[in-house]
């Protein structure tokens, strides 16, 4: 595997944590994975996909990136801040693979840059319709609670770990129940640790996704998209989309089988069409 290696770039909106490959031999365009917390979790996917420059990057309010600068972010504003980000490394054209949050800052970088963006991947990309997504908008991502008992160390932990038990996490019943197990503790404490580095947006943050208008944004698509297999109502909304036979990929969750899967359709899309 080529060497990932992590640094910082300074925007005006803020300064930005990417993780890159220092991979130069190659003539692909190199790929940008804008991720669900943290640009750490799309290292095994990195390894995969080890055959071009690949680059993740922290949206701002995630993972090692600066907090958002914004008193009411939208993945408008994360969008542009990102292409901002990318233009400071001087990526001009690239492919670009967005999951879960990321997957909605991604659909909107293809929307607004489509001259930039040559292949999208999204992952867990989340076509919603009401009621449940204000259900989501309203009672997902409340204000963390910061206080002097330190309430917001258990929320954090309850948060994640009941995140693999439901879906929704707080619709504790057994139709809501998940089926996945409960990972480790180290990564129900990696995890918690990124929710808690980032308390002050991570709900400013979840809040924008959701209110991200899918069914407006997705149809304005113009690039080849692959899309994960869950994602049928949002391959439904792009015009040059196609499906993958996997699951969403979790650097949890995901097998060292599905992690190859994954990789093999992501080239798939990136290599020939």
Request: aromatic share 8%; with cysteine.
């Amino acid at each position: 595997m080529t060497k990932t290696r992590r640094d910082f770039i300074d925007t005006d909106a803020g300064q930005f944590h990417v993780v890159a490959n220092d991979r130069t031999d190659s003539d692909k365009a190199t790929l940008v994975m804008v991720p669900q917390m943290s640009a750490l979790e799309q290292v095994r996917l990195m390894a995969a996909l080890d055959d071009r420059p690949m680059i993740a990057i922290d949206p701002l309010g995630l993972g090692d990136s600066d907090p958002v600068p914004w008193d009411s972010p939208t993945i408008e504003h994360h969008a542009t801040a990102l292409l901002s980000a990318l233009s400071e490394l001087n990526i001009d054209r690239f492919d670009l693979c967005g999951s879960h949050f990321g997957a909605r800052a991604a659909a909107e970088m293809a929307v607004v840059a489509s001259d930039r963006v040559g292949h999208l991947v999204l992952d867990g990309a989340g076509h919603l319709e009401e009621p449940f997504r204000s259900e989501l908008i309203e009672h997902y991502a409340p204000p963390l609670p910061i206080d002097q008992h330190g309430s917001q160390l258990r929320w954090s932990w309850h948060f994640v770990r009941d995140s693999f038990l439901f879906w929704p996490h707080f619709s504790r019943d057994p139709a809501h129940a998940r089926m996945v197990g409960i990972p480790s503790a180290d990564a129900l404490h990696d995890r918690t640790v990124q929710v808690l580095k980032n308390a002050h947006s991570f709900d400013k943050n979840l809040r924008a996704a959701f209110s991200y208008p899918t069914h407006e944004k997705l149809p304005r698509i113009t690039c080849q998209t692959l899309l994960s297999k869950r994602d049928a109502p949002c391959a439904a909304l792009i015009p040059n989309a196609q499906q993958s036979d996997h699951e969403f990929y979790d650097s949890v969750l995901s097998t060292d089988d599905d992690v190859a899967a994954w990789a093999g359709s992501i080239r798939a899309l990136l290599d020939n069409s």
